[in-house]
């Protein structure tokens, strides 16, 4: 997926480690964030207004889970962005 400025975000599954996570590009370099430990695939990608949703699989719950993070905007102050935070499907934050 791709935000307003062309800038790429990847979620992904880390099966060595367990991780669900999401990369993208810092700069030069590219950042990646841990969304949530003992989740499964991701799902989908979607960014409205500012706010980066995962949709993925909770492989130990057998169920579906959201989690959101807001995307600074490229122009602003270069503080770390805000950390995913996850959502079971009814929408409680964990």
Do not use: C
């Not at 060595?16 to 370099?29: D, H, N, S």
């Not at 579906?64 to 807001?70: D, H, I, Q, S, Y």
């Amino acid at each position: 997926m791709v935000d307003e400025q062309g800038e790429p975000y990847i979620g992904y599954y880390d099966s060595g480690q367990g991780l669900l996570k999401i990369a993208y590009r810092q700069g030069t370099k590219w950042a990646i964030e841990i969304v949530d430990s003992g989740a499964g695939f991701t799902s989908s990608l979607q960014l409205h207004d500012g706010v980066l949703w995962i949709s993925y699989a909770d492989e130990a719950g057998m169920g579906l889970k959201v989690a959101r993070r807001e995307i600074a905007p490229r122009n602003a102050s270069s503080s770390p962005k805000e950390a995913a935070r996850s959502e079971n499907s009814a929408g409680v934050k964990r």
